[in-house]
């Protein structure tokens, strides 16, 4: 299916920094100043107060798993059986991502094991966020 | 708007269903309105307001030689249909029109006429934060909750494969089900693997086909030849285009916003559901919906199902054309669910439900990003 083909993100004004940041190997939040929600994916305001004063903060990049499914389906640019996963960083927010450094198996693959963050050049500009099993 | 004050009364799905490679997809919404319309006897020139989805309703009324006063393209997916029900009454309700034609056609399978509709370009919030990692359609997003459902509250593979196995008993019962022969919870736990946890049988159909409703005020339908259907009570919601930012992975709140409103303004109480129809892209879609709606206890809707409760012969019959997952799918699949409340209502259905009263079609529009819920009646309740 032609229009599946491994998307690369475009970034908007918006979003900016937080693709310079994944450009840097770091993963960026936004925190607002005034209720102190951390908040993705990245907006200039805060979703749940509405302020406009909002800091960008750098998350540790440690994270659980969530949830994910295993794509059997062939899909171009990717190995196949592939993971897709929702991960919950320290921080609160949670943020899709694929689990790498492992097998693509439900055994490898258990809920709320830690994960810590990887990035995955995916041009020269845009480095994509994955998680990997974290080191005991 | 008003309880009972608001009637279906004209519907009708496209002539056949399944693979229609000789319409487009404009054709496909035609055809449905055609019948609707011939189902209550009216023509094009009695339609003043047009809701569709899919397609604009510029393209719909002008296809069809309409010339509407009120119009409605809310498109949040496949309950869009749902919330044009909810909007047509009010709307009827407030003087804005008088009979409104609801129109649903996808060439889902065959891709004869249609326009490229998935909104997720590179530089959208799910094209930046979802599709880059392989997301390739419904059956890889719609999925991805589920293991989180399946730990919190145990649902075992077995019951989730019990959802596909109980519609498809009541797909057996209708001549136009796009699959009717029984199957086991082996077959399903056996059949192809499509996104783990999830197996060909427990995702949709990918079908043509199309539907149409139309409705006016409860007063005007005492003149029509059809039984009316009364609306009852209606509810909507939205929450996110993205399933990764989901509130909680066991239970949408699009679902619960939305069936809470319709119970409130109809003011029935569970008891009085004879019939149910939840929205069925995938196996857990009737767990989430039973549970949102109020019907089960939060983790108990798998039980409630494998127990056969929603079966044949079952407390609350449940999908009882046989579902996304059976009858047909086009994409779209919010306007079968009505159709088939419809048919109930009317006492029209391949699988009727003895002396079915009140019916409930609620829809899901995205992945959990929307929800419509329709309540209702062949009696003023």
């Known amino acids: 299916m032609a229009e599946f083909k491994k998307q690369v993100p475009r ?22 100043d005034q209720c102190q929600h951390t908040y993705f994916p990245p907006r200039p ?23 994910y499914v295993i794509n059997h389906r062939p899909l171009p640019g990717f190995d196949n059986p592939h993971s897709i996963a929702v991960v919950e960083l320290e921080e609160g927010p949670r943020m899709m991502s694929n689990i790498v ?35 005991a | 708007m008003k309880p009972n004050s608001v009637a279906i009364v004209g519907a009708a799905e496209t002539t056949e269903l399944g693979k229609i490679p000789n319409l487009s997809q404009i054709q ?7 019948n609707a319309l011939k189902d209550v006897g009216l023509k094009p020139s009695d339609i003043d307001g047009v809701a569709t989805a899919g397609e604009i309703p510029t393209n719909v009324a002008y296809y069809l030689g309409i010339t509407p006063k009120w119009v409605d393209g809310t498109s949040v997916g496949g309950c869009s249909f749902m919330l044009h029900v909810r909007h047509a009454a009010a709307a009827i309700n407030a003087g804005l029109c008088e009979t409104v034609l609801i129109t649903h056609g996808e060439s889902g399978r065959s891709r004869v006429g249609v326009s490229n509709t998935w909104p997720r370009g590179s530089s959208t919030l799910p094209g930046q934060f979802e599709m880059p990692f392989g997301v390739a359609g419904p059956p890889t997003m719609f999925t991805i909750p589920v293991l989180r459902y399946m730990k919190e509250y145990g649902l075992t593979h077995e019951q989730l494969a019990m959802v596909s196995v109980v519609q498809r008993e009541w797909a057996a019962k209708n001549p136009r089900a796009s699959f009717k022969e029984p199957i086991t919870v082996d077959d ?8 783990y946890p999830f197996r060909k049988l427990q995702c949709c159909l990918v079908t043509d086909g ?6 006016t005020s409860a007063e005007r339908a005492k003149d029509l030849p059809q039984k009316p259907v009364y609306i009852n009570g209606t509810g909507e919601s939205v929450e996110t285009p993205l399933i990764s930012q ?62 056969r409760n929603t079966a044949p012969g079952g407390a609350l019959p449940l999908n ?25 209502l009317r006492g029209t259905a391949a699988a009727q439900v003895k002396d079915a009263k009140v019916s409930i079609a609620h829809g899901v529009g995205g992945m959990f990003a929307a929800s419509g819920t329709i309540i209702m009646s062949n009696e003023k309740i």
């Open chain 2, 28 to 34: 496909l919404h035609a055809d449905a309105a055609l």
């Open chain 1, 45 to 67: 305001f805060c979703p749940k107060c509405a302020s406009t004063e909002v800091t960008i903060t750098q998350a540790s990049g440690k994270a659980t798993l969530y949830s």
């Open chain 2, 210 to 215: 199309g539907g149409a409703l139309i409705l």
């Open chain 2, 246 to 307: 989901m509130e909680d992975f066991t239970t949408s709140k699009a679902f619960r916003v939305s069936g809470q409103q319709a119970f409130k303004e109809s003011g029935i109480t569970h008891g009085d559901v004879d019939h149910l129809m939840i929205y069925d892209a995938f196996a857990h879609l009737p767990i989430y919906g039973l549970e949102d709606l109020g019907f089960c206890d939060r983790g108990g809707a798998g039980e409630y199902i494998a127990n």
């Open chain 1, 101 to 135: 450094g492992c097998p693509q198996t439900p055994e490898a693959l258990v809920l709320d094991m830690a994960l810590d963050v990887t990035f995955e050049a995916l041009t020269d500009d845009i480095n994509l966020a994955q998680f990997q099993p974290a080191e």
């Open chain 2, 320 to 344: 009882t054309n046989g579902g996304g997952l059976s009858y047909m799918h086009s994409g779209m699949y919010g306007m079968y669910a009505l159709q088939e409340s419809v048919r109930q």
């Open chain 1, 11 to 32: 970034p908007t004004p918006e979003t900016q920094h937080f693709w310079d940041g994944t450009k840097k190997q770091q993963l960026l939040l936004q925190q607002c």
């Open chain 2, 188 to 195: 399903v736990l056996n059949s192809k693997m499509i996104a």
